[in-house]
């Protein structure tokens, strides 16, 4: 069955750095973009970034534009999310989900809390 | 980026009613459409994709229609276990956006 888990989530304060993983299993994983999605407390869901199946595509929201960098290494099933200059605003459950063809996000992991305080 | 309004923002009802929730994009997207259940404390889970192709495994009491820029979900016959979040996301230009969800609370 597809799971994926996400890990690295913590408090950092604002300016830090965090890099997130997301451990793939139960599909083939290089045969599908993934996406990282955010839910900050209380609040909607909010798209961050996606890559394509060989990472020769990235796109982000303009929020994390120039902060975050997506990646994925293929080998061991995994998704990657560095994030750096954190801020408040970005403290969130962030998701990493598999993305099928229509854009739609079929599989969601179970979240990992980020939260950015001094 | 493409604004996605959902409406209405919460919602009662009632084992059994039958539930319309709207979504209207900021422009047309043809049916990049797709919907999403969450419960409290739960990832989301998708419902609906392309507007209104239910996802394998989910209840024939969801429905989804709708092009251009108005969407509709529609639950025919609540049950004790559809009461939750839904929110809408457009897949046709990223940013991939998100309606700000709809609450759908036991009257």
């Known amino acids: 069955q597809v799971q994926l888990v996400e890990s690295g989530g913590g408090l950092v304060k604002p300016g830090g750095s965090l890099r997130l993983s997301c451990a793939a299993s139960?599909?083939?994983?290089?045969?599908?973009?993934m996406t990282w999605i955010r839910q900050a407390p209380g609040k909607g869901l909010e798209w961050v970034a996606f890559?394509?199946?060989?990472?020769?595509?990235?796109n982000y929201a303009d929020s994390v534009k120039g902060r975050f960098t997506i990646s994925r290494d293929n080998d061991k099933k995994s998704l990657y999310l560095e994030m750096n200059s954190l801020r408040v605003d970005d403290t969130a459950v962030y998701y990493c989900?598999?993305?099928?063809?229509?854009?739609?996000?079929?599989?969601w992991g179970q979240g990992t809390l980020v939260t950015v305080s001094s | 980026d493409i604004q996605m309004t959902q409406s209405p923002s919460s919602l009662s009802a009632s084992v059994g009613d039958r539930v319309t929730i709207t979504c209207r994009a900021s422009?047309?997207?043809?049916?990049?459409l797709n919907w999403y259940q969450q419960k409290p404390g739960k990832a989301p889970k998708l419902l609906i994709y392309?507007?209104?192709n239910l996802q394998s495994g989910v209840p024939s009491h969801f429905r989804g229609s709708g092009s251009g820029t108005d969407f509709t979900l529609t639950i025919t016959s609540l049950q004790p276990e559809d009461f939750a979040t839904y929110s809408c996301?457009?897949?046709?230009?990223?940013?991939?956006?998100f309606g700000q969800g709809t609450k759908l609370a036991i009257k």
């Open positions: 989900a598999r993305s099928e063809d229509y854009g739609e996000n079929d599989y």
């Open positions: 139960g599909f083939t994983f290089n045969d599908y973009f």
């Open positions: 890559i394509s199946s060989d990472s020769g595509l990235t």
């Open positions: 422009q047309s997207i043809g049916t990049y």
């Open positions: 392309a507007a209104s």
């Open positions: 996301q457009q897949s046709y230009i990223t940013p991939y956006t």
